[in-house]
């Protein structure tokens, strides 16, 4: 990776597809780790329920 310009508010850099490929697959993955975590989080919040009103929930979404 090189950096090829640099200011307050930006930065160019030059770099390989590969790494710029594989940046890219972990930003996405965090982005399904936080939805995740933050699903997991609302799921312990949430009242327990039946399989048959934990359906009519889903559905309803």
Do not use: F, G
């Not at 590969?18 to 982005?31: G, I, K, Q, S, V």
């Amino acid at each position: 990776m090189c950096i090829l310009e640099q200011n307050t508010r930006n930065i160019t850099v030059r770099i390989s597809n590969t790494r710029w490929n594989r940046l890219m697959e972990l930003e996405n993955a965090y982005r399904i780790a936080k939805s995740v975590h933050r699903a997991k989080k609302e799921c312990e919040k949430a009242p327990a329920m039946t399989l048959d009103e934990a359906r009519k929930y889903i559905d309803s979404l």
